[in-house]
């Protein structure tokens, strides 16, 4: 029996609740998972207490559902799968433990958001890599946990980035630290004495609990702190718009860029994206998407660090001579966005209010996997004939194109855009979109919701071992019960 | 203790792999015995652990049924592909090891970046390939001789163009795993039918963190069949050379830049390196010194020795030296990279000087290091045929590694070097390249030693570095030192029960790993 005066011996009695309102927060989002009211919000202010949690959960059976992010939440990994849970929220642990310009690093707790960790960097010449226009309450720490794909596709080295190192509590409350924290000094201070900066995205020896925690929708351990590489500042910096009816140009052109390294922000958008990012109202998003070409390759150039002027025009006119070269127009204007707008607007930038996935039918639903930027037009033209196949009008699919690994690979979205009231009556297009995507080869890399159920029955030895992992990192399986392929353990 | 393999368990080898691809003989055995290989020195192993058989698998199917037998009949085994570490050989009894050369399928996905390796191919046979499609694998400092699977699933895996390559921990798409059970565990994108190779986590938690941290198990913890890995930008042309080996004549590299740089203080040399990073320029990057540049120029021992004794090249490099390359996708980028380079290290004191400054032999030495990683091998070996580390820390941000850590290591070095139980090539003789634009660096501080010579003490100089950086909180060989002592003790718990899991029969020879032997003590 979940008792709350356990919790609140912990974190103090203003911080453990069950104010009917704040369960319903965090019992729903915006997926088909069922809703589940939890039975506490608890909200731990330090990394000890997050391990006295953990220990406390193994002690008496509490489940935990670790949350990082305000809502609105999209992909139900933070909506309990069992009774009686306990979510952890831990948004309000919003400090920025340390910047250091000359190692390129930044150190936050899990409830720092984009907004404000950018804010920070931007005064020490400093970028971090940031997913698309995220929403205003998106965790750092909530989101790399999750490997979401980031702008800047020539820094993504690896699936893992941008983290460095970072500290765990794993499911059994033992406190570690991945990547180059999990030194022998005993401290982060005593590591930066002898010149340590948390760098080093590997962990020591044989294993990485970073990497098996990652994608896992906290079913190993919760992340108290994260080391972020960050990357200069541009001081000169340049949006480019290329627009077309059909996408292969575009991809031939985003192939190309970043074969030769020349681009920062790189990822092509739809139209109806597009507009839903910049505009906020339903009607003034029409109009815009009006004035545009279907399909938008956006990207930008920057010149940064010695001789930045130089490099800026350097990388400008290999640009300009590629674009030309491979018959692609790059435009600083389209559809009446300027773009200064777009990068005062967008890039490096998080949502306005509503959200943009939000803006333009009130409600959404996302699909996204991972495949060959090659095959991102046969995905979308298997979208388009499913919706009509079930009734949805295309017209209200969004689409996000994001190269990830240095362009080995590419996140592929879909926006299923609907007025709420709509959204449970779209569910078997959304069931049916994903299975097709899936037998069309669609790589389902964070398997949130009906995606697992479709993913791991063809993964049988990964999930026997996945699940070995969980008994041995989380004896009790106290983290996040039943995600991911973890049911009935 | 090792044994004579069963004879049912030779019938069944054979009737897998074919007659001629196995083998009991003695000769052939002993020729799987010993090894002048990485560890070599630092150990002082001279003769390994001889196996009980060979076998050499073609086939995912072949592995498989070999690891069932091995589980029937109670041997252990360890697979072998190009084999660079004395611990690719059998480091316990009863063991027999699979020699994946038959399995040297190469696969190169041009349009996404990447190449499907088995197990053999080397790096240098990758590189060959994927030039023709304008594209480079990222090759280790083992040289182009290594196999790409073993460095990225088994070993470590950083080399001169880290800068702009990463390193083999990073670079890991799928994977294809038989696990010492006998079962195929597949990592990332392969789990889906169809879907390609071109990611290896997930779905959901990426296992890619069970398979190796900083450094893999050299097959303690199975057999990799097949990886996929990410392949880097090479704008062209094909690397093409002739003439006599080892030095050949490179044909000219176009929008290329090659030079060595000097620095006179580490603190120079680390302000330099931050900025260099940061400008994202280099594709190439080498640290050496005198000892490797002469043991590079040489042929011989005594060339060697008259080399030293002459002392010209000590003069000009004994505190060490860079090598830059540079390879431009465009004339335009070229210029703007050179003004930049050049910038920087007259900003922070540095001297460049040109490749030919010892003529043809430097500069094809620093062309074919930064294009073909040739010659960081050679360095090493030559001439006293064995290279241990004086290595307080392998990686970390370039502050930590010149201005803490390799202070600490040049000193322990002195103390053995004036005991006559190193080679006094000069104390300073740290190899190091910076990674992914300096987001981090690899160095290793070398120590040449004969480790037949009654008077060497192999490894010492490394252990005194490493006790005393580890004793002022810094880390160890390939990050091998995670926490205090207490959480050093429950990483190994972790670890040994992961190795439980995947081997529940203790089947792979684990022995020869570091984590085994840690657990061992």
Redesign the interface.
Known sequence: MLNNKDFEAIVGKGSVTNDTEVLGEFSRDHSYEIPRTPALVVRPENTEQIRSIVKLANKKNYPLVPVSSGPPRFRGDSVPAVDKAVALDLSGMKEIMWVNR???VALVQPGVTFRELETELESQGLRCMIPLLPRSTKSIVGSFME?EPTTMPKYS????DPI?SSEMILGDG?L??TG?A?????TLE??R?????H???????????????????G??AICTWMAL?CE?LPEHERVYFAGADRPDKLIEAA?RFI???LTDEMYILNSLNFACMLESDPLKIEELRRRLPYWILVLSIGGY???AR??FE??E??LI?EASELGVELKEELGGINESEYRDRVVRKVSGEPYWKLRYKGDAREIFF?????RVPEFCEAARSTAEDYGFDPANLGVYVQQV?????CHLEFDLYAPTEETAAMQAFYTGLSKKF?E????????YGVW?DL??P??E??V???R??KR??DPNTVMNPEK??FKEM | MSRKMPDEAYEEFKQVAGENNVSIEPEVLETYTYMNGLAQGAMGFHWNRKPIGVVLPSTLEEVRKILEICTRYGLKFKAHSTAWVIMALATSGNVVLLDMRRMNNLEINE????LITESYPPAGVAQIEAMKK?LQPHLVGAGPNASNLASATSMQGTGGTSVRT?MN??NV?AVEWV?PTG???????I??????W?????????????M??????VSG?GVFTKVAL?L??WYGPEYKGGGEPPFFNSEEVPNSYLKYVLWDSFDDEAEGL??LG???IIDYNNRWAAGAFTSAMTTSNQEYLDAEAAGKYKEMFGKGFWTFFMHA??E??L??RI??FE??VSDTGGEIADPMIFGKRSYEIALQNAVRAIWIAKAAYMPTSANTGSMPMT???I???F???LPISVNAKKEYANQDKILNEGADNCYACID?DG??IHIEHACLIDTWEPKGEPGGAAMVGMAKA?S?????L???????LK?FI??LQ??A??QS??DPNGIADSSG???ASYLAT
């Open positions: 000359r190692n390129r490997r080295w690896d699936l893992g460095a033992y570690t630290r180059g999990a030194g022998p000094a005993g005593a590591q004495k002898v010149g340590g900066a760098k080093l995205p590997f962990s020591p020896m044989f294993m990485d609990v970073k990497r098996i925690a990652q994608g896992s929708q079913s190993f590489r200069l192939y074969y030769l390294r660090g010695e001789l130089d490099q350097c990388k006119g290999d001579d991972l495949t060959s930027l090659s690994i240095q362009g080995t690979a899936f069309m080869g669609g790589y389902y890399s964070r398997p697992a993913v791991y063809h993964a030895t990964f026997k071992y996945a070995g992992l041995i990192f991911l392929c | 349009r996404d970046f990447f304008g990463s921990e990073r798409l696990l079962e195929v565990l597949k990592l990332g994108s789990n889906t039918p169809g879907a390609g071109f990611c290896g986590d997930g779905p959901g938690p990426s296992l890619r963190g069970m190796r941290g900083a450094v893999g198990q913890n990410k880097y930008p931050y900025r940061e400008a994202e996708p465009s335009r980028s210029k703007h003004k930049v910038k920087i990686y970390e941000n502050d930590q590694c201005k803490y850590a992914e987001h981090y580890l002022k909180g810094m880390g160890l390939y990050m091998s030192w995670p926490g205090s959480d429950v990483y972790y670890s029960q992961i899991m995947i790993t570091m984590g």
